[in-house]
Every structure is written in structure tokens, then in C-alpha cells.
């Protein structure tokens, strides 16, 4: 069996910060298992610009922010495994991975980085009825097709769903020649950000129908059309509002999972809101010395707060490799659950240690758009922090961070985030 | 005859809904509905002059792949965006290509370059 002292699994922009930080901080022997032939992730596909704005202060292109990461970790020597799937690991961190070179692989770690990231929701997901035609593609697919393998996946486009990829992909799509008839949203509000239902919708002409879904799917061999419909306040279609769109691809843009099939298979255990794992402010998992971070923790909304989270996992894997300081503090533990109250759908790490020797950024996602509203961070029946917000929406987290010394001074054993004076804004 | 347009401001998430009056010789009279000094100058530019950066692939020959990924390496007027694509879609170029490498000089005389965005081997 191979040694190493830290198998991060997945090379995406999670998983290379956490090498990279892992790496400067000290840890020798680091390895990488990418399932694709390239490092990266999503990203060499997402050739659009807006990456990097917080962490670089400038506008780049997947493909580029990807490749600043990829000269890092060629740079620190760390040893990437390319075209490597990973089929399970265990709580002793023995990690069984195969590829078509070295066949089957045991390598036992003494810390591991989870960081496979999420998955789109398909048609099955959605439970969308009709035939099933060619011509139904995830978007994140039409955009691999388009961007990587320079295929066109058809010319006349409907996208259900408004989400960031959706909109990126109308633009794209129309940019390379076809017709994009609409994009509809289950929801009476966009999913995506401001910027992309601007520059990828209004800038084309291509129409935004909110409040409606796609309720039909017709045609044998192709995609002839799909019924659209509007939805009531409960999200159910209206009878009497079907309306046929001629059309020979159907987009979904409905989604993300985080893919944790092997952290399941590892009894990690799962957060059911998320569907990734528990998580405390060391990004360490319920699994001592297995660490979780980016997209297969919860789905970030940016590439820069993935980044930021892998090099948290890097940094208190390299910690719990030297010091087991991570050990000490879990010795004299406060443990304080982190829970979300009102106005709240979830919040990251669901466990901070009381006595953790830094500050801690709680992540949330709200549930509902707000505007004029209070964050607040409580504990003890008191707020202990409270921020003042003027719109909060669910297409973006938000975050509260609480002082070494607050989380200090918690008796209760738990704190909670929630907002105050709500105003609830349309729904 | 003076024109109205109305805008989503992109600045930050509030989005503000602005309205831009403009002249007949398209100078601005008077741009209300925002709520800061960004979202005021971000009306002036969107109504004056709107520039967006292109981002798309060209084809390569030699390649283990089909495509590498290309961006203006300044934004382009938003009006010379399909034409800038019919261009861009015809080229084709060797491998190797790096990241940074110019594809295309002074794309439409826009004084934009086209540059690589990704690396093809």
C-alpha cells in the first residue's frame, strides 16, 4: 500500500487550494486524484469573465483562474493523479482509487481533503412528463459541448430555470448562432445575479418568464417542443394557462448536489439541507482527520469563496498532520451547534468549537428575498452580533463573523442565526 | 425628440430600476431611480456608451482538443458583438497556445486585442 500524508480528492479550485495551502504550510507528501484529464474542475468550461473580482481584484475567465491554481500546485511539486477516480475511503483514511495506468490503488493518508464538488439536477430529478426525445441537456453539459468539445447541442433553445449557468448559457447559445425563445423560472424572482440576467437576457432580447415551468415534453426521436405553463403560489401549473413552444433543445438550469456518494459509503456523516457533510470551522467532517470543502460541503455561489474554503481545509489538515493542535482543542471542547432560525434555510459549520484559536465566518443562505433587515447572531438568549443588511436574497450567502472571544464567553451551547424586523419582500 | 430608457442597475444585488432621459443629440437630462453615485454612473455609461468584453472559443489544429477559449482583452460597443463573433468564428489557429497569447489584433478596429484564455497542447 502507498503512503502519503494528504489525499485530496478532486482537482478542482477547491481542491487545489486546499493542496496548495496544505503544501505551504508545511505537508510533504500531498496528492491529488482527478477523475478528468485536466485539472480544474468546471472551470475550463466556464469561459466567461467575473472570476477572481475578491481574491485578485480582477475579472478572469474560468479557464484562466484555473490555470493561476494549476502553476501553483505544479510549482510546490505536489503530485497530481490525473484520469483517477476515486471508488471509496474509509474512517482509517484508506483511500481505494483506480486508473487505466497503475489499475487499483490503496493509498493510506494521514489526513484527507473531500472536495469532489456537486452535480446538476437532470430531467429525473424534476420528474417533467412527456416522451423522452434527444435533445434535454443539463446546461452545464450544453456549455461542456459548446465550450470544450465544440459541438452545437441544437438551434432552437428553451432554458427552464434562471440560475447563474442557465443565463450564462443563453448568451453563449445565441452568441454561436442559435435562438434562444425564453427562459423560464419556477419562481416569481430570478435565481441568477443582477449582472447575468442584464448582460445574458436583456443585452439579447431573450425573454425571462417568471412564475412559469415547463409542464410537457414533446416529440419521439427529436425535441419537437415543450407545454409551458404558468405556477400558483404553491408552484403548481395553472390548467388553463398551457402554451406550446416549438423548440429542438430543452436546457435545465434547476440545480446542484453536492456529490457525496463516497462520504455516505464512509458513514461521514450528512447534513440533510445541504446534502453534504457536517462540518465544524476547521472544515473537519464528523470523521477525525477527514476534512470536506467547496461545493461538496454546500453549493458556494463563488469560485473565490470556494478557494477561501479550501484553503481552510488545507490549512487544519496541515494543522491536525503536525500538531494534532486540532486534537487540543477538541480536548477541551465547548462544542456550540450553529443552527438557523428565522429567515434562515441553512448555515455553515453547523459546529464551531468554543475554544478555537480563531474567528469564525458563519455562511448562510436566507430563504426568501428581504430588504431592510437585521442579521443577528444569538446565543446565551442574547444577540451577540448583528449586521444590517438592505437586501438579502437566496441567489446569494451571506455571512456573520463572530470574534474568538464571543465564541469564548457562549454557556448555552448553541448559537443561532436568524434574521429580525423582516419585511418580506413579493412571496 | 428626447427618449427614455429604462435600466436594471448591475452594481450591487438591490438592482434598482433606472430611468435615463435622454436629448436628441443623445446627451443625458436626467437619470433618476438609483440610489448611489455608482448606480448613477452606471446609467451614463450603459446609455452613452455600452461596452461588453466578448468571451468564446476558436478552433485549433494539432490539438488534443477542439477548441481553446478566447476574450477581448478590453470590452467592445455592445452593437459590434455578433459581428466581432462572425470574425472570431473563422479563425483558426496552431497549437501551441498559452494563456495570454494574442489571437487577433485590433479585432474591428475596437482597439481590442483577442487573447487566449486557456492553454492548448
Excluded: W
Amino acid at each position: 500500500m502507498r503512503e502519503a500524508d494528504l489525499v485530496v480528492i478532486g482537482g478542482g479550485p477547491a481542491g487545489m487550494a486546499a493542496a496548495v495551502e496544505a503544501a505551504r504550510n508545511g505537508v510533504e507528501k500531498v496528492i491529488i486524484l482527478e477523475r478528468d484529464h485536466t485539472l480544474g474542475g468546471i472551470l475550463p468550461q466556464c469561459i466567461h469573465n467575473g472570476f477572481g473580482l475578491h481574491l485578485f481584484g480582477e475579472e478572469l475567465t474560468g479557464p484562466e483562474y484555473a490555470d493561476r491554481f494549476i502553476k501553483q500546485v505544479e510549482e510546490l511539486n505536489i503530485d497530481v493523479k490525473l484520469n483517477t477516480m476515486v471508488l471509496d475511503i474509509t474512517q482509517s483514511r484508506i483511500v481505494t482509487a483506480v486508473n487505466s495506468q497503475d489499475g487499483l490503488i490503496k493509498i493510506k493518508a494521514g489526513a484527507i481533503v473531500l472536495a469532489m464538488g456537486c452535480r446538476e439536477r437532470t430531467r429525473g430529478a424534476l420528474n417533467i412528463p412527456g416522451t423522452r426525445p434527444s435533445g434535454i441537456y443539463t446546461a452545464g453539459t450544453a456549455q461542456r459541448l459548446v465550450n470544450i468539445e465544440g459541438y452545437m447541442p441544437g438551434k432552437k433553445v428553451v432554458i427552464l430555470g434562471s440560475g447563474d449557468i442557465g443565463l450564462i448559457m443563453a448568451r453563449r447559445m445565441t452568441l454561436e448562432g442559435a435562438q434562444v425563445k425564453m427562459v423560464c423560472e419556477l419562481m416569481p424572482y430570478p435565481g441568477g445575479l443582477n449582472r447575468n440576467i442584464v448582460q445574458c437576457l436583456k443585452d439579447f432580447d431573450i425573454p425571462l418568464r417568471l412564475g412559469h415551468t415547463v409542464v410537457n415534453i414533446h416529440g419521439k426521436a427529436r425535441l419537437e417542443g415543450v407545454t409551458i405553463a404558468k405556477v400558483d403560489e404553491k408552484g403548481k401549473a395553472i390548467a388553463d394557462t398551457h402554451e406550446f413552444v416549438e423548440c429542438d433543445t430543452l436546457l435545465l438550469s434547476v440545480g446542484l448536489i453536492p456529490e457525496n456518494e463516497i462520504s455516505r459509503d464512509a458513514s461521514i456523516t450528512i447534513d440533510d439541507v445541504t446534502a453534504g457533510p457536517f462540518v465544524n470551522e476547521s472544515a473537519e467532517t464528523s470523521v477525525p482527520g477527514i476534512f470536506a470543502c467547496g461545493n461538496v460541503v454546500y453549493v458556494h455561489d463563488l469560485v473565490d469563496n470556494v478557494t477561501n474554503n479550501g484553503y481552510i481545509a488545507g490549512r487544519n489538515a496541515a494543522r491536525y498532520l503536525k500538531e494534532r493542535a486540532g486534537d487540543t482543542v477538541k480536548a477541551n471542547a465547548n462544542i456550540l451547534q450553529v443552527r438557523p432560525g428565522q429567515g434562515v434555510r441553512c448555515v455553515i459549520p453547523q459546529l464551531v468549537h468554543g475554544n478555537c484559536p480563531e474567528d469564525v465566518t458563519l455562511s448562510f443562505r436566507v430563504d426568501g428575498i428581504y430588504r431592510d433587515v437585521m442579521i443577528e447572531a444569538k446565543a446565551d438568549n442574547q444577540v451577540i452580533k448583528s449586521v444590517k443588511k438592505r437586501i438579502t436574497t437566496p441567489g446569494e450567502m451571506e455571512s456573520i463573523t463572530l470574534s474568538r472571544e464571543m465564541l469564548q464567553s457562549i454557556e448555552s451551547g448553541k448559537i443561532e442565526v436568524c434574521l429580525s424586523s423582516l419585511e418580506r419582500k413579493g412571496d | 425628440m428626447s427618449k427614455n430608457t429604462e435600466l436594471t442597475c448591475i452594481v450591487c444585488p438591490l438592482g434598482c430600476k433606472l430611468s435615463v432621459l435622454q436629448g436628441e443629440d443623445d446627451s443625458i437630462i436626467e437619470i433618476s431611480g438609483h440610489s448611489c453615485k455608482r448606480g448613477l454612473s452606471y446609467a451614463q455609461t450603459e446609455c452613452i456608451n455600452p461596452e461588453r468584453v466578448i468571451t468564446t472559443t476558436v478552433r485549433i489544429r494539432g490539438g488534443q482538443m477542439p477548441l481553446v477559449s478566447v476574450k477581448t482583452d478590453k470590452p467592445i460597443p455592445k452593437t459590434l458583438m455578433m459581428k466581432c463573433m462572425k470574425i472570431i468564428n473563422r479563425i483558426e489557429v496552431m497549437v501551441p497556445v498559452k494563456v495570454g497569447d494574442t489571437i487577433l489584433e485590433n479585432i474591428l478596429e475596437t482597439g481590442a486585442n483577442l487573447v487566449a484564455t486557456g492553454n492548448a497542447t
